[in-house]
């Protein structure tokens, strides 16, 4: 069945933001497949069981919270290019934002397209103070990325645990965003 909020759908420039669905496992399955995307994302190394599992948790966010990690369409093609949008950690009382580029679509500034989008509406509906990330130490593009869009890199980050280990905290202060 269709989730109720999933319309939510993003145009920019060269890519159509739109809810990711079950249906898209086989691009999902083959992008963590990519031994650099899976350790990127913190993955499993079964792969196709952990899209499985990401896209249930995926429909099932939509479904809650009206929003959700988005797949990437470029326009000009009609190719699956990645994942961005918002995840809510109830645990931890935050707004996450998580993001994948098929490694063929990296260097065209397609993850700072796609998370301008996010980014500005979760600041116009005031979704939370912060936004935050984690990626792996060591990682040479997504610095760039991140700084590019407002995020700094928490001196003093409380991972959380296994999970975020070898991972660094990035924040974003949305009241800054359009100032
Ligand atoms: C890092 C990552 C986001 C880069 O994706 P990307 O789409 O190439 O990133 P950007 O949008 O920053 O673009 C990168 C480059 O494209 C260039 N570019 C080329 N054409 C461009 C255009 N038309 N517009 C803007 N930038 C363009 C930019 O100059 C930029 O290069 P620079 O950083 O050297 O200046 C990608 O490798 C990735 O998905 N990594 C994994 C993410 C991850 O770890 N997720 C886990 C946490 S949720």
């Known amino acids: 069945m269709a989730a109720p909020h999933a319309c939510l759908t993003f145009i920019t420039d060269r890519l159509v933001l739109r809810p990711l669905v079950y249906a898209d496992l086989d691009r999902v399955s083959e992008l963590f497949a990519v031994p650099t995307v899976a350790r990127e994302l913190g993955l499993d190394a079964r792969t196709l069981m952990a899209a499985k599992d990401r896209l249930r948790r995926c429909e099932a966010h939509w479904d809650r919270y009206g929003y959700g990690p988005s ?20 645990e931890r009382d935050e707004l996450g934002i998580e993001f994948s580029i098929t490694p063929d679509r990296r260097g ?59 991972r660094v905290r990035w924040c974003l202060d949305l009241s800054l965003v359009g100032s």
């Open 71 to 90: 797949g990437l369409v470029e326009r000009s093609t009609g190719v699956f290019v990645g994942l961005a949008g918002l995840v809510r950690n109830e």
């Open 108 to 166: 065209r500034g397609y993850a700072t397209e796609a998370l301008r989008a996010w980014i500005a509406w979760a600041a116009s509906r005031r979704l939370a103070d912060h936004l935050v990330t984690t990626v792996p130490e060591h990682h040479t593009a997504m610095p760039q990325t991140l700084e590019r869009l407002g995020f700094v890199a928490d001196p003093d980050p409380v991972l959380d645990g296994a999970a975020e280990r070898g």
